[in-house]
């Protein structure tokens, strides 16, 4: 059984950066692309990154020069940096994990993280 966990989030302040990380346990294996979406109020979700397990990485346009994937392959884990923050930043954030790059830009990966609450203000 795989799990995804993630840590990081809550009530931010605009301008500041943010963190969100997310590990993998069970039996996920090293080559599994991983990813992050959100969530806004009354939005959909929407994709922000994905990063494959040779470091190959794909961004939505709209958080390009403020939003870094990166993972730590050792430690089965994912990260999400925002930096600045805006208060349009304000959702849930899921990180997911698949069998390839795109099939996790798609929002097709097999597993999916908890889902982590982001508020910023203003």
Partial sequence: QVQLVQSGGGLVQAGGSL?????????????YAMGWFRQAPGAERAFLASISWIVVTRYADSVKGRFT???NAAKNTVYLE???????????YYCTAGQSLVVVTAGRGDY???GAHVTVSS
């Fill in 69 to 71: 994937i990166s993972r």
């Fill in 19 to 31: 963190r969100l990380s997310c590990t993998a346990s069970g039996r996920i294996f090293g080559n």
């Fill in 112 to 114: 999916w993280g908890q």
């Fill in 82 to 92: 925002i930096d600045p923050l805006k208060p349009e930043d304000t959702a849930v």
